[in-house]
């Protein structure tokens, strides 16, 4: 109906003898994508196709944190261009995207910014990652977190940013700095700069290693064997994360794959180039987040 | 953390003449960002009246209208509303589903919870004298209609049905008015808004909202518990559930007017007295509560009209006893499980923990009937539930009458 009108209008306007320019105005309203008349009657034309905003993003916009799981938007493996960029993902059962709070030492808007805890109210599955997830309740607010191993409905959560000088005999499921941690405790969900929220070991299943504290950084081993040092008030929480079977699960028949969204690949047999084949290699350097000032000769 | 959302397409001019038109948009440039050096003044194009390469875009004053057109009103954010308070107040409504349902209902309401109906109304329920002339079949063919006669199509909705079976047991409760004519000095209401405040600890809460069938009356009910019990009920200790705060899912408001009492009908109404409330699972099709939460509204709101009455009766201020309890009793339904609450208002003063509490009668989850299957369950080539209603159970319309009757007999 709004496409119908859209169109009658463009059409009106080409109908004009002289060619005018339209005002941008008019072009801003028309939906029909790039609507410009030329001088000299050059090109005229006009896009009868939908409108080009690339609307496909906006529903993960939301700048409020809810609880709600919000619809999803499934993107095919295409990109703004409408291009394929990462082949084999398409379809699969609709999901709900549930928010999930990845800074865990978030204070509520409310209280003061000392340890808290919180109660875990369910445990459940999630559509768009690996682990389970767990919503937890404190205070006013409630929010849903990676779920670890042996969370269960009921049980209360702490978190904690201070360090102290003994290390805390920390239960599964509590989150503290990396500082206040002893040295071997199973850790996941790493945040690599304090305050910016977990973006590793977050799978199901996974748990780093706290291997030393050395000054003011800790040095953790990822899953992948890989070192890490990052400053220590970084936050962690204890314990590996939930879901630990998912990696013997047996997917059974192609079909539970298309129902994980997961295309088939292409069928053309291609030589294999240098990438493949088992490599034996010494371990990458340990990397650094910690943004150590450099020691210049110039101060004074 | 959430980003920002980036500006639409069909904003931005397309000023080229002479390029394809059909080849995918440009991707959106970022606006370019004003930036405001003090003492120095901006050199805009506005006075030139056109866009001059190099000179910075004009910012003008936001146009208000200078008079007040309806149409077109934009509200004002909250701090500049005139009843904007520092003060956070939190709002139960009839949408809240309470997180932790009746304990968050008892802490809020300062009350003790006894499981049951009180005895008084258990034998009111019991007595001979008070029951319908073939009140069995009534009551059967009263779930009949509601769950199979009512409708063309195979079946009634839940909310169809569950609205048409209370309204026929109010009305064959009412038949007995011949019998007790003290049935006659009562009214039923419906969408009436309710409104009270309190205060718990340091926080205010208010109770707001349409929340179900009012049955008024022109006397006030009975008290429940004597005195002695009233005075037992100090001791009790109420259940706290750290770490989660008993404000949890309560709507957090600013902007609210003090000391709002409103028991929805306005002075000199005849009926001033809230007997019972009428609650249905599938009155609000947005809000689906589960049954902790339902019951935890129906408490709510039965201290809200008793706290309204208080108020009106003994004034604002907070009273450590009452001289006269209030009671008001609630009944919830989903069609086929009954809850029978009844509330006693013994103190409005809840800002401490201490003290005299009120006190809470609740029978959950009472099945008036089993099953009510249009075919029937057959398993194995047996049939387990037959077809039509299934497993009555008399006691439960006997619990509804005696609460419908308390304060007639």
Not at chain 1, 30 to 58: E, Y
Not at chain 1, 171 to 197: H, M, R, S, W
Not at chain 1, 273 to 285: D, E, M, N, S, T
Request: with cysteine; hydrophobic share 35%.
């Amino acid at each position: 109906m709004m496409a119908v009108s859209c169109l009658t209008r463009a059409l009106r306007s080409l109908t004009v003898s002289q060619p005018a320019l339209l005002s941008a105005q008019a072009v801003t309203q028309t939906k029909l994508g790039t609507v410009v008349p030329c001088t000299g009657g050059q090109c005229r034309g006009f896009l009868t196709t939908a409108s080009l905003d690339q609307n496909r993003t906006r529903w993960k916009q939301t700048e409020k944190y809810t609880i709600k799981p919000i619809g999803m938007k499934k993107t095919g493996g295409r990109d703004h261009s409408g291009k394929i960029r990462t082949h084999g993902i398409g379809g699969g059962h609709k999901q709900k995207y549930r928010m999930i709070d990845f800074q865990r030492l978030h204070y509520e808007s409310d209280r003061e910014p000392k340890p808290f805890e919180e109660k875990v109210v369910e445990v459940r599955y999630d559509p768009c990652r690996s682990a389970d997830i767990a919503l937890v309740a404190g205070g006013n607010r409630k929010r849903w977190i990676i779920a670890t191993e042996n969370m269960q409905t009921g049980d209360i959560i702490k978190t904690s940013g201070v360090i102290g000088r003994m290390a805390v005999s920390a239960n599964e499921g509590d989150a503290y700095p990396l500082g206040a941690l002893p040295v071997g405790t199973l850790v996941n969900n790493l945040e690599i700069q304090p305050g910016k929220g977990s973006e590793y070991i977050r799978a199901a299943g996974t748990s780093g290693v706290l291997l030393r504290k050395v000054n003011g950084t800790a040095i953790v081993q990822l899953p992948s064997k890989q070192q890490v040092q990052v400053l220590e008030t970084c936050v962690v929480t204890v314990g590996r994360v939930s879901n630990i079977d998912h990696n013997k699960r047996i997917i059974g028949k192609a079909g539970r794959n298309r129902w994980l969204g997961i295309r088939p690949s292409s069928g053309l047999w291609q030589r294999k180039g240098g990438w493949a084949g088992r490599k034996i290699k010494p371990l990458p350097p340990m990397k650094n987040y910690v943004n150590l000032p450099s020691i210049s000769n110039n101060t004074t | 953390i959430w980003r920002r959302p980036s500006s639409t397409l069909s904003d931005r001019r397309h000023f080229a003449v002479s390029r394809c038109l059909t080849a995918k948009a440009p991707p959106a440039r970022r606006p370019r960002e004003r930036v405001e050096i003090p003492g120095f003044e901006m050199v805009t194009y506005g006075e030139r009246m056109h866009y001059v390469p190099g000179l910075a875009k004009p910012v003008y004053p936001q146009w208000e209208r200078d008079y007040k057109d309806p149409r077109h009103y934009k509200t004002p954010p909250a701090h500049q509303m005139p009843l904007y308070k520092e003060k956070p107040c939190y709002v139960y409504n009839q949408r809240t589903s309470a997180l932790e349902g009746v304990r968050q209902a008892l802490w809020l309401t300062k009350a003790k919870l006894i499981s049951g109906l009180p005895p008084r109304l258990l034998s009111l329920a019991e007595s001979p004298a008070n029951q319908i002339p073939d009140q069995d079949e009534r009551v059967q063919n009263a779930i009949k209609h509601a769950r199979f006669w009512d409708t063309t199509e195979d079946r009634p909705c839940k909310e169809k049905y569950s609205n048409t079976l209370l309204s026929n047991l109010l009305h064959l409760c009412a038949t007995l008015q011949s019998r007790h004519p003290a049935i006659g000095r009562r009214i039923l209401a419906e969408k009436y808004s309710l409104a009270t405040t309190w205060k718990r600890g340091e926080d205010l809460f208010q109770v707001r909202g349409q929340n179900g069938l009012l049955y008024n009356c022109m006397d006030p009910l009975p008290e429940v518990s004597g005195k002695q019990e009233v005075g037992d009920t100090a001791d009790h200790v109420l259940k706290s559930f750290y770490p989660v705060s008993p404000s949890i899912d309560l709507q957090k408001v600013h902007v609210y007017k003090e000391e709002v009492n409103c028991s929805g009908f306005r002075e000199g109404y005849p009926y001033p007295h809230a007997h019972t409330l009428y609650f249905q699972e599938e009155g609000d099709i947005n809000c689906k509560l589960r049954p902790k939460q339902f019951r935890a509204k129906m408490v709510m709101f039965a201290f809200g009209n008793a706290l309204a009455r208080a108020h009106s009766l003994y004034g604002t201020q907070p009273q450590s006893v009452l001289g006269r309890p209030i009671t008001v009793q609630a009944v919830g339904t989903n069609g086929r499980l009954f809850q029978f609450l009844v509330f006693q208002l013994n103190t409005t003063d809840l800002s401490g923990d201490n003290g005299i509490k009120n006190q809470v009668w609740l029978d959950e989850d009472v099945e008036l009937y089993d099953y009510a299957k249009l075919r029937p369950l057959i398993k194995k080539k047996q049939v387990k539930v037959p077809a039509g209603l299934a497993g009555y159970k008399p006691e439960t319309f006997r619990k509804f009458l005696a609460l419908y009757l308390h304060g007639a007999v």
